[in-house]
């Protein structure tokens, strides 16, 4: 009885063959690069023109990815800390979004924090709190990441706050500079 346990135990030597999954494994892909990435696809230079897919962390600390939301409108807002008309279109971006749901994306892209220097996780955590912020995407930006006066490698910002309007393909319907809500609304209307 104790051989047939010890031969259960042990078991029955076999040739064990092993492949290597080296050849057949693809490689990771490789992380997004920040900010705007060029497509063969975008050039950003017009109304009418493909969004290149644009890049950042959000408030929590998780990539964004502008073209993770093809096939839903996005509403972009370049704004700073510093911008007083920034501050007020701050307090109606969730709002926004909460009567729009799943419709649209309005994000948030934070530049500059209030020193002026490129917009920091606190920037972005302060912006979050002081604007009431809980679904709206707040992305931590910069002008390196995101301004580009040819408008080919990033968007062209006359200034803050700044609004684009891209439709469910990516493509830019409208921009403008400053805030009207009723405009906002008016755009996201025909856009849906």
């Not at 997004?32 to 290149?52: H, K, L, M």
Request: hydrophobic content about 40%; aromatic content about 8%; overall charge negative.
């Amino acid at each position: 009885m104790i051989k047939l346990l010890l031969i259960a135990l042990i078991g029955c030597a076999a040739d064990l063959q092993t492949t290597s999954n080296k050849d057949s494994a693809k490689p990771p892909p490789a992380p997004p690069e920040f900010g705007v990435n060029e497509r063969d696809d975008c050039d950003q230079s017009a109304i009418g023109s493909n969004v290149c897919n644009l890049v950042l962390y959000d408030q929590n600390g998780h990539i964004w990815e502008l073209y993770d939301h093809l096939g839903t409108v996005v509403l972009l807002d370049f704004s700073t800390a510093w911008c007083g008309p920034c501050q007020v279109a701050g307090h109606r971006a969730q709002p926004i979004q909460d009567d729009y749901g799943d419709q649209i994306v309005f994000a948030t892209v934070l530049i500059e924090g209030l020193s002026g220097e490129p917009a920091t996780q606190e920037d972005v955590d302060t912006w979050v709190v002081e604007h009431g912020v809980t679904t709206s995407p707040v992305l931590q930006g910069s002008r390196e990441y995101v301004m580009d006066p040819a408008g080919i490698t990033g968007y062209l910002i006359g200034g803050f706050p700044t609004y684009v309007y891209i439709d469910k393909n990516m493509v830019i319907h409208t921009g403008h500079v400053g805030f009207n809500e009723e405009f906002v609304r008016m755009t996201l209307d025909g856009l849906l």
